[in-house]
């Protein structure tokens, strides 16, 4: 008696040949991913290590000039400052139309809201116009750092999207060298050549009321209220904000 030798169909020979090169495709396109997040990865931590070394020598550099400013019985003046932070405070009543755009320009919407704003002329004109309506101030590096990563939030398709993959900066920021959180901080800091697209790129910063309240919102900071300029003082209130 002979055994016949069973027929495998065409189709079902073609089709598993189809299956196992789109397995074998997937999984290589897995690993090519893989590695190029390791890649990412290894480079965002070097780039953290350098921007660590620069802000070391710029801080030491600054303590060296105050020293030496000092020893020759000068004074010492650091260069005028590049970047503020800009906190919504009032509310939109009694706002001007001219008032009412400047906020729209500054993306400040809400109570509460805080951006970072470069410093040049006509961005010093606007921020005069709205003076009762904000407070301002020089923000540290470490209060730049602690509100992108406490607070930071990206636009990503008109969509508020968080910051905890670096994947998410990557993608819209990538075509301007900033991969990781740490480019950000440094891009924002320094105000480098792609500040604007960075900026941009960060939604709004929705603060808390402060840790004991506002001071009198009708009187200016100099006089013991709330709204104006704040200079170096600007740190306290985020961190009261936080």
């Known amino acids: 008696m002979f055994c ?8 079902i020979v073609k089709k598993t040949a189809r299956a196992a090169k789109q397995l074998a ?3 290589a396109a897995r690993e090519a ?3 190029e997040r390791a890649a990412k990865r290894a480079q965002a931590a070097k780039n953290a290590e350098k921007y660590a070394a620069e802000y070391t020598a710029a801080d030491e550099a600054l303590v ?5 400013a000092r020893a020759a019985g000068n ?7 590049k970047l503020a932070f800009v906190i919504r405070i009032r509310g939109i009543n009694k706002l001007s139309p001219k008032q009412k755009k400047i906020m729209q320009l500054l993306r400040l919407r809400q109570i509460n809201n805080g951006v970072l704003v470069k410093l040049n002329k006509a961005t010093w004109n606007m921020i005069r116009r709205v003076d009762p309506l904000v407070t301002y101030g020089f923000p540290s590096r470490q209060t730049i750092s602690k509100l992108v990563y406490a607070r930071g939030y990206g636009k990503v398709n008109r969509q508020r999207i968080p910051l905890q993959d670096n994947s998410v900066i990557d993608n819209e920021l990538g075509k301007h060298g900033i991969s990781c959180v740490e480019d950000l901080i440094h891009e924002l800091w320094t105000v480098g050549p792609h500040f604007k697209q960075a900026n941009n790129f ?5 603060l808390s009321n402060p840790l004991g309240g506002f001071e009198k919102k009708r009187h200016p900071f100099m006089n013991g209220g709330a709204w104006g300029p704040r200079e170096e003082k600007i740190n306290q209130l985020i961190n009261r904000m936080m």
């Open 25 to 27: 495709a997937h999984k």
């Open 33 to 35: 991913v893989k590695k």
């Open 75 to 81: 004074f010492f003046v650091e260069g005028q400052a």
């Open 4 to 11: 016949r030798a069973r027929v495998i169909p065409e189709n």
């Open 202 to 206: 960060l939604w709004p910063f929705k």
């Open 64 to 68: 060296k000039a105050k020293r030496d």
